[in-house]
């Protein structure tokens, strides 16, 4: 059995995933396609970034905001919808300010996923 409290005790609401997608063993299935996505993911969000690409990377963080509302992270999310309104408003001041901060959130999430999977 997977230590649940694990994923609660880091500020993961469990229960909105169990409402969206019916049971644990659904859920489990979820992050780990989350985990699979997830280097993948964050390099085209680097390469997007770097390159000035808003369009691109607005898709990608929309991605991300999308299975993070899904698995009840709640604050990669907020911080994920925050990209994707102001990569849409071309707002590049903001994402290079506010980059670091999401990447680190995202990373934060990676690990905890991956232990509670055992991977």
């Known amino acids: 059995m997977k230590n649940v409290e694990l ?6 609401d469990v229960e909105v995933g169990l409402n969206l997608l019916g049971d644990m063993e659904m859920y489990d299935e979820t992050l780990n396609d989350f985990l699979e996505e997830s280097s993948t993911r964050l390099s085209k969000i680097a390469e997007y970034k770097q390159n000035g690409d808003m369009p691109n990377y607005a ?3 929309h991605a991300m905001k999308s299975d993070s509302k899904y698995l009840g992270f709640s604050k990669l999310a907020e ?6 309104m102001k990569s849409k408003a071309n707002d590049v001041t903001y994402i290079n300010e506010n980059y670091d901060t999401l990447i680190q959130e995202a990373n934060r999430i990676i690990d905890i996923v991956k232990t509670y999977l055992g991977k």
């Open 7 to 12: 994923l609660k005790q880091n500020g993961i």
């Open 59 to 61: 898709i990608e963080v």
């Open 79 to 84: 911080m994920s919808l925050d990209h994707e």
